[in-house]
């Protein structure tokens, strides 16, 4: 008895434990789960930034391309060697292109930390492009909350769907992995911090609006200090006004909605006037860029309708195979040629004009304001700007637009029809993966510039200037027969008009001993630019004169490099050849110190080190040469 009492104690007693364990773990996991629930913003944001930081892992290991070189690589003013307010100075007063003075800045402080090498530039890419991704999840969720009025778990879900649909897009792998292109990001990152700011500032709750909206003008300095194209942030502004706070409410309340409204159409007005009297700021400023373009500005204005619904394409079907650095597209030269140029109009024009009719009304302002997004967003780069036709990486901040939009959409079907949640939710999921997939292996392509270029022209083999990069990297990784026979090639493809394939080609012939045939193609590149030429072709120039025995002229074009490129140690190298050769010793000392002041090159300041101890004597005053 006293056994079988042993017994049964022992079973309640395990049975008491096996219960308590089981509500013990059930209360842990409810706890869990409350706690999620409790913290589901955050928690999807830090899977956000996993996911997004996953799909682009190789990223670092890529290398400095294209664009880059120039913008970095050879760009003195960012090699700075000393973290101090000096040298960062330097590099913010100092962009390579306008008035980008954030992104100088950010290449300074990668190259004194990575030491110039590609890796430290391409973390902080990665770094910049979570940061966007977390700040347009935010937005997006502000944008749909306005939206249905309420705050719904499905709200943050949907937002963070489509904020991941958009970070993981391979369109936008080429601002990632293409370095210089971070003021792409910067410009879009400040451009989303501005309007949410505004937005909060707005808010009807919110107690301190003249700090967040100080805190709009503040991001929206910063983006218009990163990227020309964030100067649309004051008409992205007015939209947030009257698109997003409006949502649902009259449009005009007094007589300064009526200003602000038409503004946009006087501003048009007066572009138009600009650009057709060519007297103008803009005309003086911004079109006399066409001088170094195979096509003019009226026919890349008939262009650029195609090139928008190209870009839609590419959103729309992002398999990884149609994402290049190059594409080949063909310039409208008229309305009917090509035939589509004047469907791509039509179509434009039905899209603004269904935009701004959801824009009028009441209850659906916002996606008419969304609709306006990528528009408004690619109306600088995709206007009369002379720049290159097509460039994957402008649709970054038209994209995020797209994706606010595609947003309110799947959260109005949810709500009406929530027995199709799941599949919805299963198939964001699908198209996620399948982007993920497309941006890991468009990444892997950015390793090195043969393999860029190598892809390149076979997507875009009639591109002149993908077969000219192509044949330059060729040539400088030791494939000169390779390298020379791309060259070549480019410039047929180019009908000798493409004047920077021109001078790629002529220094490798100067390279070989070629002088006539190098002479004659350096010289016809600085003929296409000769009323704005580039520094590089100023310092060809001046080589050939050098090569021919022509001093003086040698040294005018170099004097006339330096004074544009004034950052560049290689012109006052040849700037000082040029004095030698003339017997101009002070002035050929002096270009040797400015080179050696400039130049990070250890074994080129060494090189000329000696030259001076070999050549001249005397530091001070005049020099003799020995």
């Known amino acids: 008895m006293w056994r079988l009492g042993v017994k049964i104690e022992s079973k309640i007693a395990t049975y008491v434990e096996h219960i308590s364990c089981t509500h013990w773990r059930s209360d842990m996991k409810a706890g869990w789960l409350a706690w999620i629930v409790r913290h589901e913003y955050s928690v999807l944001a830090i899977l956000l930034v996993l996911v997004v930081s996953f799909v682009y892992h190789e990223t670092p290991g890529n290398s400095f391309n294209f664009d880059d070189f120039g913008n970095i690589v050879r760009y003195a003013p960012v090699h700075m060697d000393r973290l101090d307010t000096a040298a960062l100075a330097e590099a913010f007063s100092n962009p390579k292109i306008g008035h980008r003075y954030v992104p100088s800045l950010t290449f300074a402080i990668d190259w004194w930390r990575g030491g110039g090498k590609a890796r430290a530039f391409l973390q902080t890419n990665v770094l910049l492009h979570v940061l966007t991704s977390l700040v347009l999840f935010g937005f997006v969720t502000q944008l749909m909350r306005r939206w249905i009025g309420e705050d719904r778990r499905s709200v943050v879900l949907v937002a963070f769907a489509v904020t991941a649909l958009w970070a993981l897009h391979p369109i936008n792998s080429q601002a990632v992995n293409l370095i210089v292109q971070r003021m792409a990001i910067l410009s879009t990152l400040f451009v989303l911090l501005s309007l949410s700011c505004y937005l909060a500032a707005r808010g009807t709750a919110q107690r301190q609006p003249v700090a967040w909206l100080l805190g709009s003008v503040f991001f929206g300095a910063l983006a218009a200090i990163s990227k020309e194209n964030a100067w649309i942030l004051p008409l992205l502004i007015v939209g947030v006004e ?18 602000v409204l038409f503004a946009p159409f006087v501003l048009a007005g007066l572009l138009v006037l600009d650009l057709g009297t060519g007297a103008g700021p803009i005309s003086e400023n911004y079109v006399s860029g066409y001088a170094f373009r195979p096509f003019s500005m009226v026919e890349r204005l008939l262009t650029q309708p195609r090139v928008v619904f190209y870009y839609m394409a590419l959103v729309a079907w992002p398999m990884p195979g149609r994402f290049s650095v190059e594409h080949d597209f063909l310039v409208s030269t008229s309305l009917l040629s090509p035939p589509t140029t004047l469907l791509s109009l039509a179509a434009l024009a039905g899209v603004i004009a269904v935009a701004l009719f959801l824009f009028l009304r009441t209850r659906t302002r916002l996606p008419g304001f969304l609709l306006l997004w990528p528009l408004a967003t690619l109306a600088i780069e995709s206007s009369f700007i002379a720049l290159e036709l097509v460039f994957e990486h402008r649709m970054y901040l038209p994209l995020t637009g797209l994706a606010a939009l595609v947003g309110i959409s799947v959260l109005s079907l949810i709500r009406s029809y929530p027995e199709y949640s799941k599949a919805v939710v299963a198939l964001l999921l699908l198209v996620a993966i399948g982007l993920s997939v497309s941006t890991m292996k468009r990444t892997s392509m950015w390793r090195e510039p043969l393999l860029l270029y190598e892809d390149a022209v076979t997507k875009a083999p009639a591109s002149s200037r993908a077969w000219g990069n192509l044949g330059l990297y060729r040539y400088q990784g030791g494939d000169a027969e390779g390298g020379l026979a791309a060259l070549e090639l480019a410039v047929d493809l180019g009908n000798g008009k493409d004047a920077k394939v021109l001078e790629n080609l002529g220094v490798v012939y100067l390279d070989l001993g070629r ?52 950052w560049n140690s290689v012109y006052y190298w040849n700037l000082a050849l040029a004095y030698e050769g003339m017997s101009q010793c002070v002035a050929a000392l002096a270009a040797w110190r400015r080179y050696l002041s400039l130049s990070r090159d250890a074994s080129g300041s060494a090189q000329v080190e000696q030259h001076i101890g070999a050549v001249y004597h005397s530091v001070s005053g005049e020099c003799y040469e020995t």
């Open 242 to 259: 009257y698109g997003v706070i409006r949502h649902g409410e009259p449009l005009i309340r007094c007589n300064v909605d009526w200003a």
């Open 515 to 566: 002088l006539d045939d190098a002479a004659s193609l350096i010289r016809h590149a600085y003929a296409l630019q000769r009323e704005r030429p580039a520094p590089s072709i100023l310092n060809h120039m001046g080589e050939v004169e050098l090569a021919m025995g022509r001093h003086a002229a040698a040294a005018r074009y170099f004097r006339d490099a330096v004074n544009v490129a004034s």
